[in-house]
T-cell receptor
Framework: DGGITQSPKYLFRKEGQNVTLSCEQN?????MYWYRQDPGQGLRLIYY???????QKGDIAEGYSVSREKKESFPLTVTSAQKNPTAFYLC???????????????FGPGTRLTVL | KNQVEQSPQSLIILEGKNCTLQ??????????LRWYKQDTGRGPVSLTI?????NTKSNGRYTATLDADTKQSSLHITASQLSDSASYIC???????????FGRGTSLIVHP
């Protein structure tokens, strides 16, 4: 059963704590992405990675960190420096990166993070 | 700055009716345009992808159109079903860029 998995589905965090969101894909895709979605807003890119051991900041990287040690995995850490972390987080992957004219992103089911 | 504007923001229709969602963009140079369907609390799922040379593409009851000259796209849903209730997101990619621009989505509610 191929696809992208994210865990956990719901996550609660106390202020001042770091938390790591998991993203795994078995599609053999090179590129992976993390987005944040807030009510009434479009998806905003946090980080993306085109290949293993390489990643780039997106539009709203402050307060977040990532690693890409394996092709299948792209975990996102929400640090205490992120001022407003409560949101719906989506992970995605694509075969080669979206510069290709027909490449498509496949999204995971999302993780809803709530800071208490 | 690249922008993608979708209208209407929300739409309520009766089951069985047709509807059309709009997407205007300023992304340039244009690479492709995608429409996604996102159910509440879930990840988006791709419906169609269109490149510069394509002006119509269908996926079942969903038909997307693209006018690259006016930088407009539409998504037409035929014979709507209750399961069509979702947010529909227009996403436009710039040629050579790995960062697409997302619209805010149109929230569609289909009533029985």
């Amino acid at each position: 059963d191929g696809g992208i998995t994210q865990s956990p589905k719901y996550l609660f965090r106390k202020e001042g704590q770091n938390v790591t969101l998991s993203c795994e894909q078995n599609l053999n895709h090179d590129a992976m992405y993390w987005y944040r979605q807030d009510p009434g807003q479009g998806l905003r890119l946090i980080y993306y990675s085109q290949i293993v051991n390489d990643f780039q900041k997106g539009d709203i990287a402050e307060g977040y960190s990532v690693s890409r040690e394996k092709k299948e995995s792209f975990p996102l850490t929400v640090t205490s420096a992120q001022k407003n972390p409560t949101a719906f987080y989506l992970c995605a992957s694509s075969k080669e990166g979206l510069a290709g004219p027909t490449d498509t992103q496949y999204f995971g089911p999302g993780t809803r993070l709530t800071v208490l | 700055k690249n922008q993608v504007e979708q209208s209407p923001q929300s739409l309520i229709i009766l089951e069985g009716k047709n509807c059309t969602l709009q997407c205007n963009y300023t992304v340039s140079p244009f690479s492709n345009l995608r429409w996604y369907k996102q159910d509440t609390g879930r990840g988006p799922v791709s419906l169609t992808i269109m490149t510069f040379s394509e002006n119509t593409k269908s996926n079942g009851r969903y038909t997307a159109t693209l006018d690259a000259d006016t930088k407009q796209s539409s998504l037409h849903i035929t014979a709507s079903q209750l399961s069509d209730s979702a947010s529909y997101i227009c996403v436009v990619s710039e040629k050579g860029s790995y960062i697409p621009t997302f619209g805010r989505g149109t929230s569609l509610i289909v009533h029985p």
